[in-house]
């Protein structure tokens, strides 16, 4: 296995917060570990609010009509199929079922994340290239009654 292929691996774990990889190539294994950062202690804080929040993303505090659009996966979103292209949606674009709303690259594989329902994207909860988690919300969907 080449050096820099080692390297490719290390920066995704590092992008993608993974604690361990393992990948087996042509017979042979390769085992990367790392410990997380602990994180300071004046973040510890912080970070209890947040939590309180998370009601804030869920069904009880939107619009009626207006559905959230989870990430189904760990990964890095795109917002269009490549860079200087403009974007799969942006807000306001009507949408019907199945229609690619993003691509989310996880493990080099680029997927591609299609609507479930008609409507209109009311907004977009995360920016180009940013990492997100599953169930991490990406895009907020007005459905359109059937």
Do not use: W
């Not at 760990?74 to 079922?97: L, M």
């Not at 591609?112 to 909860?125: F, N």
């Amino acid at each position: 296995m080449e050096e820099t292929n080692i390297r490719s691996y290390a920066k995704l774990m590092h992008e993608l917060d993974l604690t361990g990889l393992e990948i087996t190539q042509d017979g042979a294994t390769l085992r990367l570990e790392r410990n997380p950062a602990p994180a300071p202690e004046a973040a510890i804080p912080a970070m209890a609010p947040a939590a309180s929040q998370k009601p804030s993303t869920g069904a009880s505090q939107e619009v009626p009509g207006v559905v959230s659009f989870p990430s189904p996966m760990v990964g890095v979103f795109y917002s269009s199929p490549a860079e200087n292209q403009p974007p799969f949606v942006s807000v306001g674009d009507h949408i019907s079922k199945g229609d690619i709303l993003c691509v989310i690259e996880a493990m080099k594989l680029m997927n591609e994340i299609v609507s479930d329902y008609d409507g209109v994207v009311e907004e977009v909860c995360v920016s180009n290239q940013q990492v997100v988690d599953f169930g991490h919300v990406l895009f907020r969907i007005r459905k359109e009654s059937p």
